[in-house]
């Protein structure tokens, strides 16, 4: 609702690390992942906050 520009610049980074095993003879995964988001950082309207965030990830797959 407001005049400012829409368009916008950021970065992220992230990792992860997955570990693989067997339990009641069913293959399954464990997969933690970290993610870093900067949205907005590098270029952006004045006047607007810029927000960072850190999203965590955890994951149990299981082979069908």
Do not use: H, K, Q, W
């Not at 997969?31 to 810029?50: C, F, H």
Request: a negative charge; proline letters at 2%.
């Amino acid at each position: 609702t407001d005049e400012l520009s829409r368009l916008g610049l950021g970065y992220s980074l992230g990792g992860g690390t997955a570990y693989s095993f067997t339990l009641f003879n069913t293959c399954m995964m464990l997969d933690l992942n970290l993610l870093y988001a900067s949205p907005n950082s590098i270029l952006s309207a004045d006047g607007r906050t810029n927000m960072n965030y850190i999203n965590v990830g955890l994951a149990l797959s299981v082979a069908l």
